[in-house]
């Protein structure tokens, strides 16, 4: 069997992850490179790994490069993977750098695997909270066609980075101190943080608020429209009507999504139960009766995209509601994007 030498650049909450499912999933690894902004050792899992500071040299002789690394101007992406790909290495981006480039395939391998065939050097992986909604609608898709996606986010601190989960640590940690020496109904529910140590832009501890990303066109956060952009670029169909909200909250790991969707054609709500069992990557748990529903504790270290209260909407024919839960971190960063390298060395 062929061994393939690759990169993870960023040993962040995404990084460490990459390493994990690499390991977990067999991954035919030949030599394993580990990038960072920093030298250091680091162990996961009780595996030792030396993470070298990102350089020229280290691309030279890889097949893959995983990038995990920060978005934007400072982070890894911009400045690195160009140099990858003149290496000779595929470089499978985690971040929002490449995703609207119409020379970069934006992957779901459920959904769209053909597209990485495309590929001039770089392919990008979605938004977390794009693959999981996709995971999930895709079958529907394909039986009934969708003219229209209404939906909210509940999105994990651990999207927002490791920095963002030492937040919400250190927020519940204070609060839950205040309430334990002032008792209950007396201690505060905010607390104040450095500046250098606010992630996110609100707290996050014992709250939840509507902001995910920054403001832009239409008061929408940019984290909506990657929902809308996004899913139009993977599914190929730019006609569907899609209008999010994405909310984050006190959870570690984990996104959940309430999915409202309106089909071509009527489908019922079994129907999309049967064909969601049957499909790729997708756990179908909804027993009402019996209070069972997907959560993110749950989710939380596994790769499927779990679904549960389908449901119709009682006013509109072809209306539906799902709600849609995924490990962030494994399917909606390291998984999705080990999964494509395992399709790029597949041909
Ligand atoms: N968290 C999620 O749920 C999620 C989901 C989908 C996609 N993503 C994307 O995945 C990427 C990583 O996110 P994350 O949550 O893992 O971030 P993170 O926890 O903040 O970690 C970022 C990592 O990137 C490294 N890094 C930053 N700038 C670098 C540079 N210029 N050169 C080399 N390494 C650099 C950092 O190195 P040091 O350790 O040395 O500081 C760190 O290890 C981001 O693009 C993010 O948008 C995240």
Redesign the pocket.
């Given at each position: 069997m062929n061994k393939y030498n690759i990169a993870v650049?960023?040993?962040?909450?995404?990084?460490i992850e990459m390493l994990r499912v690499l390991r977990q999933r067999n991954f035919p690894l030949g030599e394993l490179r580990v990038?960072?902004?920093?030298t250091r050792e680091i162990e996961v899992d009780a595996e030792k790994y030396s993470v070298k500071e990102?350089s020229a040299e280290g691309f030279n002789g890889i097949d893959i490069a995983l990038f995990?690394?920060?978005?934007g101007e400072?982070?890894?992406?911009l400045?690195?993977a160009p140099m990858a790909v003149a290496k000779g290495a595929v470089v499978i981006d985690?971040?929002?750098d490449f995703r609207m480039d119409p020379n970069v395939p934006l992957v779901v391998p459920e959904v769209n695997a053909r597209d990485i065939r495309k590929h001039k050097g770089i392919i990008a992986?979605p938004?977390?909270s794009t693959i999981q909604m996709l995971v999930a609608l895709w079958p529907v898709y394909k039986k009934a066609g969708i003219k229209r996606i209404i939906l909210t986010t509940l999105q994990a601190s651990?999207?927002?980075?490791?920095?963002a989960v030492e937040q919400l640590w250190h927020e519940v940690e204070t609060i839950v101190a205040g309430h334990k020496s002032l008792g209950a109904g007396q201690s505060p529910v905010t607390c104040d943080l450095r500046p250098e140590a606010r992630i996110m832009p609100q707290q996050l501890g014992f709250n939840v608020f509507p902001q995910i990303g920054s403001f832009s066109e239409c008061d929408y956060t940019n984290e909506e429209w990657k929902l809308v952009k996004e899913t139009h670029k993977i599914m190929h169909d730019d006609k569907i009507k899609i209008s999010a909200t994405t909310v984050r909250v006190p959870v570690r790991t984990g996104h959940s999504e309430s999915v409202y969707i309106e089909t071509r054609k009527l489908i019922e709500p079994q129907k999309v139960r049967n064909i969601l069992s049957r499909a790729p990557g997708i756990v179908v748990i909804d027993d009402p009766k019996h209070n069972l529903y997907p959560m993110p504790k749950d989710a939380e270290g596994k790769d499927e995209t779990f679904v549960g209260r389908i449901r119709k909407d009682p006013f509109v024919k072809n209306g539906l509601w799902l709600w849609v839960v995924a490990d962030?971190?494994r399917k909606?960063?390291a998984t999705n994007a080990v999964q494509i390298a395992e399709c790029v060395i597949s041909g």
């Open positions: 650049i960023g040993v962040g909450a995404v990084g990038f960072a902004r920093t990102i995990a690394g920060t978005e400072k982070g890894a992406s400045q690195w985690n971040g929002a992986n938004n977390c651990s999207g927002a980075g490791r920095g962030n971190l909606g960063a």
